[in-house]
């Protein structure tokens, strides 16, 4: 068989413009920007008519399993901006045991722990940073929980781009040490994760560094597009009932929901959509409460906090598109509490020895809710993120021990 080499192929691309998520005033692609001229976030627009021309599935099989295989739908325009650190497949990893114990159809896990460094941050700053080194930024600067942090060090790095990097002063301790190492400039800051934005922000003007905050640029999202792609066609192009999204700044489930609607206006799916769940934890929910209660923007979480780090986010300026994508698709939105998440993460890792990170066992704990209170019927195919890597967060400690120089009770072991 042929594969072509998605990395260093040249690509027609089929970028048209950038458009307003709010106004759909439109934006030129091609140069720098972060929000739209109305202060929302900006969303790449294609020639899909032209796609579905360039691209079919045959294609599209024949490449090499990355997600650089979607070239087509992304906005890198030449190959040699292209920052890759192999940037895998994530494979759908089913869990039978836990499907059979609460009575559902099929429990799919998309497992993004396997992606560079860790987590599926990957994405979205994999192609952030090839737009930054296209366009010609020089320095970038985020707020980051920990592991969007992690992958634009890691990316921009390998670009030779600077960084400069904000965390809460809780931020995990592996992240803020990857973060160092690979390359940026880490601040822990005491405050979350919105209060480390806002020094971006004022930054921006004084030190000149691009802001690459989520959903503030217009790429991350594309990146994480390729997440809706993947599971498409992994799925023989097609969609599951419903997924479960553990929901923080919410480029993921947006994301998604735009590669459905580009998948069907290239004619590789139907109009079958999956319900969208936004899962977050039951300590910082501003998005459960905004959508119960029929409200178009969600308030600020005050007091935030839970163990499921890359979901506490008080405030997401894409909170009206996440809201929009859950209750076009009839999904809904509910919140786990940290109880739930640890007996759940425990439950993946000794029924299935999958270590899901707290906010994949977040989506885990309100499929079982969801199956236990009839919103997830028992025939379905459910679809679990799990964005990082189990390993990336703290661990409970073990305690037990065996002394070698005593007899040993074999039968009490
Ligand atoms: C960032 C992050 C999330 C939230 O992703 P969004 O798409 O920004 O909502 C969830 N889980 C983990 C592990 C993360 O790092």
Known sequence: MQHDDNLTRDRPTF???????????????????NLSRAGKPLLVRYDLAGVRQALTKEGL???PPDFWR???????????????????MTPLV??????????????????????PTGSFKARGLALAVSMAKALGIRHMAMPTNGNAGAA???????AGIKTTIFCPDDTPEVNVSEIDLQGARVYRVNGLIDDCGRIVGEGKARVGWFDVSTLKEPYRIEGKKTMGLELAEQLGWDVPDVIFYPTGGGTGLIGMWKAFAELEAIGFIGCKRPRMVAVQAAGCAPVVRAFDEGVEH???????TTIASG???????????????????????????DAAISSALKEAARWEGLLLCPEGAATYAALKQSLADGRVGRHERAVL??????????????TRTLDRTKPIDFAGL
């Open 298 to 304: 969600a308030s600020r979480w005050e007091n935030a």
């Open 61 to 63: 099989a024949r490449r």
């Open 70 to 88: 979607y070239r087509e739908l992304l906005p890198v325009r030449r190959a040699e901006d292209v920052v890759s650190l192999g940037e895998t």
């Open 94 to 115: 089913a869990m039978p045991r836990l499907a059979a114990r609460h009575g559902c159809a099929e429990i799919l896990v998309k497992d993004e722990g396997r992606l």
């Open 15 to 33: 970028v048209t413009h950038l458009e307003c998520s709010a106004t759909g005033e439109r934006h030129a692609a091609d140069e720098v920007h």
């Open 311 to 337: 979901i506490r986010v008080p405030q997401a300026i894409g909170d009206f598109l996440i809201l929009r994508a859950v209750r076009e698709s009839g999904g809904f939105a509910m919140a786990v509490d």
């Open 385 to 398: 993120f799990n964005c990082a890597t189990g390993l990336k967060y703290p661990l409970p400690p073990i």
């Open 152 to 158: 634009l060090a890691a990316y921009a790095s390998r």
